[in-house]
């Protein structure tokens, strides 16, 4: 892998960041609404109005609004919420923890379960067990991700409470740091679990048609004719299949990540997601333009990262017309 192709992959990437930066910028601010009425009550006075004005910065022009914006980005230093008066950090890191156990949890999930069922269709072409996981994976990934999620509320929250209705931990939260351990994986069970369920389909497919691929190539061929046990073999074509499937695992994280928004709407979790949309939806343009920044740095991070590894754990990429 050549350091020149390296610099342009880290270059584009740039390009994409900086186009996100102002277009994040631009967009808040042209929303309809107003965030002065946000932040200032209609009975503050005058010198209290202009006050506030000055210390969020709204007073100033476009331009050097801008420019403090870009200065905050760069240092993480997102200012204070319009709607909670809090530092947007330190409301970010608090709300961090729930967001990475969702994505990371039912990410693991999803793609353990997906690339073992994968296998094992490719492994029974044409019987009953690859029937069933191309059907199972074809359902589970046509159903809106929030239709899901309701109908498992209604159903092992509300006709069977099975796990809680909404929220992170309960109320009056436990005691000790065993129970607030097992309350808090109670509280995000479910999310986990639909998620992973929306999740694995996509997987399966996808490893299914890859191991068909490679169970057919010569080397499977001649391992078979060499006498090497099924699982041998089975494990040196699925070695060939690594590098797609690493690419696809890095790159389906800004997805993850975009969908916990949903999720923790729906659920009702103390999370980023949360709130992104409670930004949103109340013009805190700090805390909005600092949440999507941050999901633009995990997608141009997690892309720049699969071309990366890639290139690294296959061989035969081409870069710049040769094989590395």
Known sequence: MSGRWFLKRLLSSL???AAVLVLNFLLFRMMPGDAVSTIIDPSFSPEAKENLRAIYGLDRPLWEQFVIYIRQMLTFSFG??????????????????????????????????????GIKAALNRGRLAE?????????????????????????????LPIFPLRGTLSVPPPTGALGIFLDYGWHLALP?????????????????????????????LMARARGLSRGRVVWHAFRTILPPILTILLMSVPGLVSGAVITESVFSLHGVG??????ISGHDYPSAGASFYLLALITVFCNLLADITYGLVDPRVRIEGKVQ
Do not use: C, H
């Open 274 to 279: 949360t709130f992104l949309l409670e930004a």
């Open 131 to 159: 029937k069933i996981v191309l059907r199972a994976s074809a359902v589970t990934s046509s159903f809106p991700g929030f239709f899901v999620q309701l109908v498992l509320l209604m159903l092992f929250a509300r006709a």
């Open 15 to 17: 390009v994409v960041l």
């Open 80 to 117: 204070l919420s319009f709607l909670s008066r809090k530092p947007v950090w330190d409301e970010l890191v608090s709300r961090l923890p729930v967001t990475l156990t969702l994505t990371v949890s039912s990410m693991a999930l999803s793609s353990a379960l997906g690339v073992w069922l």
């Open 192 to 220: 986990v679990l639909s998620l992973s369920l929306m999740g694995f389909g996509g997987w399966a497919l996808y490893v299914r048609n890859l191991m068909v691929r490679a169970l057919n190539e010569d080397f499977a």
